[in-house]
């Protein structure tokens, strides 16, 4: 199957006149970018330090790896890889050898793995030896034999020899069209198999482009990456792409967890981080201890998933750094709050779009525009959101309308601005007896009491509601009586249809591969606990 993603011509054309798709490729960039800042640190990862013309080296040598297997350009090659500076020298030598990327996160197994090949015909498949305990050799290869077209399996070994190390082979002269796809990406969510997502060089980079102004990214900025290296929100918001754009520096942190964090942060003076609420609310708690100097941190931005206001409001005296929130998709559209905005736009919004090209409705179940602060289902299109999916004609029915409008499946407020408040997922909102409760704003509630660390919100069929509410705590020490912390619920003056019909108190959350709260697995826990006869409030 092609691998494009195309845009109506008069929309291509509005989009290049404004400035937003330069007509650059990533190896274009690269090499610019290695000219003029080759003696600078690229990149800091384990005991590797690469400035950026050894990284333009290790990219020239994996390039020439990939064209030594027969690989021709336009193949795809599955890449899952863990937070190592190796995911830039593979990722960029794929693009320099013309070709394409498709991102998996080390937490994905053979059956991810696998679709994901199958899907794109992937040619090849790059692996880790080993991470977090897992040996990646032994699956990739049951992913081989499983999918036709998947000819080779290379394994990235710390300390080995870089790849493509005394191989010699012609790399292309030519570079491929800025409209052409660059990589690909894999579409969120906690049900069902991922969706592939197209994206050119024209329309990532442009997002990558304007995010870095916004985000105070620039050359002498230090990015850690957290978060997995292969998602959307650490690689494109503005993430480690955005930090080689701009000639900062890399730090690739093995675990997101403050352990692991704070010290790195400490040791390579880190100014910018992205972390999901969950991670947030970790390093929020261990700040409280001491012991690192986290002083040079100077943007914390939060996204993945709503952070509820109450944590937000946290951030700045507890961390000492200004929070940035961030909601986008792997699909396209990005919105953030900007660095000087009002702290309630801060800690109250999910920020606003990057671009002005960006068309953003905010409808009601049958469609029409709803006025600004009320809730809405949320459509938009514009110079870096997708058009259509890989290969999967029944999802692009779903989720573009017929003028090519993504249909991004968040249900938000719209305010002065453009700005957004998440009021969470079509499928997060519980219809108790009618009544619309959204699942984040109860748990925004929940996290105000100081015995709660955590809370997620589900649904449950219930005969009588049709839905009811079950709360999923994680308390921080104690838990309080349920009772109690039902009364205080109320009395935070919320409608009682609010309040939380039952309540479970757990260690801690079933959770996606990035680090997000799976609701399925969520709702699937407590119905077996339910149906084993265990307590429940």
Same mark, same amino acid.
């Given at each position: 199957?092609?691998?494009?993603?195309?845009?109506p011509?008069?929309l291509?054309?509005?989009y290049?006149?404004?400035?937003?798709?330069?007509?650059?490729?990533?190896?274009?960039?690269?090499?610019?970018?290695?000219?003029?800042?080759?003696?600078?640190?690229?990149?800091?990862?384990?005991?590797?330090?690469?400035?950026?013309?050894?990284?333009?080296?290790?990219?020239?040598?994996?390039?020439?790896?990939?064209?030594?297997?027969?690989?021709?350009?336009?193949?795809?090659?599955?890449?899952?890889?863990?937070?190592?500076?190796?995911?830039?020298?593979?990722?960029?030598?794929?693009m320099r050898?013309?070709?394409?990327?498709?991102?998996?996160?080390?937490?994905?197994?053979?059956t991810?793995?696998?679709?994901?090949?199958?899907?794109?015909?992937?040619?090849?498949l790059?692996?880790?030896?080993?991470?977090?305990?897992?040996?990646?050799?032994?699956?990739?290869?049951?992913?081989?034999?499983?999918?036709?077209?998947l000819?080779?399996?290379?394994?990235?070994a710390?300390?080995?020899?870089?790849?493509?190390?005394?191989?010699?082979?012609?790399?292309?002269?030519?570079?491929?069209?800025?409209?052409?796809?660059?990589?690909v990406?894999?579409?969120g969510?906690?049900?069902?198999?991922?969706?592939?997502?197209?994206?050119?060089?024209?329309?990532?980079?442009?997002s990558?482009?304007?995010?870095?102004?916004?985000?105070?990214?620039?050359?002498d900025?230090?990015?850690?990456?957290?978060?997995?290296?292969?998602?959307?929100?650490?690689?494109?918001?503005?993430?480690?792409?955005?930090?080689?754009?701009?000639?900062?520096?890399?730090?690739?942190?093995?675990?997101?967890?403050?352990d692991?964090?704070?010290?790195?942060?400490?040791?390579?003076?880190?100014?910018?981080?992205?972390?999901?609420?969950?991670?947030?609310?970790?390093?929020?708690?261990?700040?409280?201890?001491?012991g690192?100097?986290?002083?040079?941190?100077?943007v914390?931005?939060?996204?993945?998933?709503?952070?509820?206001?109450?944590?937000?409001?946290?951030v700045?005296?507890?961390?000492?750094? /200004?929070?940035?929130?961030?909601?986008?998709?792997a699909?396209g559209?990005?919105?953030?709050?900007?660095?000087?905005d009002?702290?309630?736009?801060?800690?109250?919004?999910?920020?606003?779009?990057?671009?002005?090209? !960006?068309?953003?409705?905010?409808?009601?179940?049958?469609?029409?525009?709803?006025?600004?602060?009320?809730?809405?289902?949320?459509?938009t299109?514009?110079p870096?959101?997708?058009?259509a999916?890989?290969?999967?004609?029944?999802?692009?029915?779903?989720?573009?309308?017929?003028?090519?409008?993504y249909? /991004?499946?968040?249900?938000?407020r719209?305010?002065?601005?453009?700005?957004?408040?998440?009021?969470?997922?079509?499928?997060?909102?519980?219809?108790?007896?009618?009544?619309?409760?959204?699942?984040?704003?109860?748990?925004?509630?929940? #996290?105000?009491?100081?015995?709660?660390?955590?809370?997620?919100?589900v649904?449950?069929? !219930?005969?009588?509601?049709?839905?009811?509410?079950?709360?999923?705590?994680?308390?921080d020490g104690?838990?309080? $009586?349920?009772?109690?912390?039902?009364?205080?619920?109320?009395?935070r003056?919320?409608?009682?249809f609010?309040?939380?019909?039952?309540?479970?108190?757990v260690d801690d959350?079933?959770?996606?591969?990035?680090?997000k709260?799976?609701?399925?697995? #969520?709702?699937?826990?407590?119905?077996?606990?339910?149906?084993?006869? $265990?307590?429940?409030?």
């Amino acid at each position: 199957m092609p691998l494009q993603q195309l845009w109506p011509e008069e929309l291509a054309e509005r989009y290049r006149a404004r400035g937003h798709w330069a007509g650059e490729t990533f190896r274009a960039m690269l090499r610019r970018r290695i000219a003029e800042s080759g003696e600078r640190m690229a990149v800091v990862g384990g005991a590797e330090r690469w400035t950026y013309a050894e990284l333009g080296r290790r990219i020239d040598l994996a390039a020439a790896g990939f064209v030594a297997l027969g690989l021709q350009p336009g193949d795809r090659v599955v890449v899952q890889l863990p937070n190592v500076p190796e995911f830039l020298s593979v990722t960029f030598g794929l693009m320099r050898a013309n070709l394409v990327p498709v991102f998996a996160l080390p937490a994905h197994r053979e059956t991810e793995i696998a679709h994901f090949a199958r899907k794109a015909e992937a040619a090849a498949l790059v692996v880790a030896e080993r991470h977090d305990g897992f040996d990646y050799p032994p699956m990739a290869a049951l992913v081989q034999a499983e999918v036709p077209t998947l000819r080779h399996v290379v394994v990235i070994a710390p300390g080995a020899a870089p790849f493509g190390e005394g191989v010699r082979a012609a790399l292309p002269e030519e570079d491929v069209s800025p409209s052409s796809v660059a990589l690909v990406q894999i579409s969120g969510g906690s049900t069902g198999l991922s969706k592939l997502i197209p994206r050119t060089h024209d329309d990532y980079l442009y997002s990558i482009r304007a995010s870095n102004p916004i985000c105070g990214l620039d050359a002498d900025s230090r990015y850690l990456v957290a978060l997995p290296a292969a998602h959307n929100f650490p690689m494109s918001s503005p993430g480690h792409f955005g930090a080689i754009v701009a000639g900062a520096r890399v730090v690739m942190a093995p675990a997101p967890t403050p352990d692991v964090a704070f010290p790195l942060i400490a040791a390579q003076g880190v100014t910018i981080t992205g972390l999901v609420p969950p991670l947030a609310l970790l390093w929020l708690q261990a700040a409280k201890r001491g012991g690192h100097d986290l002083s040079s941190l100077q943007v914390l931005q939060v996204g993945g998933a709503k952070f509820m206001a109450e944590a937000a409001k946290r951030v700045r005296p507890e961390l000492g750094c /200004t929070l940035q929130q961030v909601f986008g998709m792997a699909e396209g559209l990005v919105n953030y709050t900007r660095l000087d905005d009002p702290e309630d736009i801060v800690t109250g919004t999910q920020g606003r779009a990057i671009s002005p090209d !960006d068309e953003v409705l905010v409808l009601d179940d049958a469609g029409a525009p709803v006025a600004d602060g009320e809730a809405g289902h949320l459509l938009t299109r514009g110079p870096y959101t997708i058009r259509a999916y890989h290969d999967d004609p029944a999802a692009n029915a779903r989720a573009f309308t017929p003028d090519g409008f993504y249909r /991004t499946g968040d249900v938000v407020r719209r305010f002065p601005g453009g700005y957004l408040e998440v009021q969470g997922r079509a499928t997060d909102h519980i219809n108790r007896a009618g009544e619309k409760v959204s699942a984040e704003e109860v748990e925004d509630h929940l #996290l105000a009491h100081p015995q709660v660390f955590d809370a997620a919100v589900v649904s449950l069929p !219930d005969r009588f509601l049709g839905e009811r509410s079950c709360a999923f705590i994680i308390p921080d020490g104690t838990a309080p $009586e349920q009772a109690a912390l039902k009364a205080w619920m109320r009395g935070r003056g919320i409608a009682a249809f609010k309040v939380p019909d039952q309540i479970v108190f757990v260690d801690d959350f079933a959770t996606t591969a990035v680090g997000k709260v799976s609701r399925k697995e #969520l709702r699937a826990a407590l119905r077996a606990r339910m149906l084993a006869g $265990e307590g429940t409030a």
